[in-house]
């Protein structure tokens, strides 16, 4: 599988952004896709998840009511929804497809297939 993410830019703080992870090859049915995002000179974090089987979702604590994961199985792709955006939200923001469990969801090692990133980058 390989992964594409698209959307990133510059966008003032209360602003929103619409991130996109186009697959190619297998495509995405099979898999659970997960955004992680690394801000500058920080470690990988977790931001959203949304599972193969049953779509359930989850998401990191600081974007929880903010942010929204959803995905479109028929165009093979997954999506960030991003709203009410923050100086803090500025990352580098990754799309990965793997079979992580309830447990390792948060762990960008359960992720077997990454895209490049795209840059958000909040400021006024």
């Known amino acids: 599988v390989q992964l594409q993410a698209s959307g990133g830019g510059l966008v003032q703080p209360g602003g929103s952004l619409r991130l996109s992870c186009a697959a190619s090859?297998?495509?995405?049915?099979?898999?659970?896709v997960g955004w992680f995002r690394q801000p500058p000179g920080k470690e990988r974090e977790f931001v959203a998840v949304?599972?193969?089987?049953?779509?359930?979702?989850y998401y990191g604590d600081s974007v929880k009511g903010r942010f929204t994961i959803f995905r479109d199985n028929v165009k093979s792709s997954a999506y960030l929804e991003m709203n009410s955006l923050k100086p803090e939200d500025t990352a580098v923001y990754y799309c990965a497809a793997g079979t992580p469990i309830l447990t390792s969801m948060r762990d960008y090692r359960a992720y077997n297939y990454w895209g490049l990133g795209t840059q958000v980058t909040v400021s006024s």
């Open positions: 949304i599972f193969r089987n049953n779509n359930n979702l």
């Open positions: 090859g297998r495509g995405l049915r099979s898999y659970s």
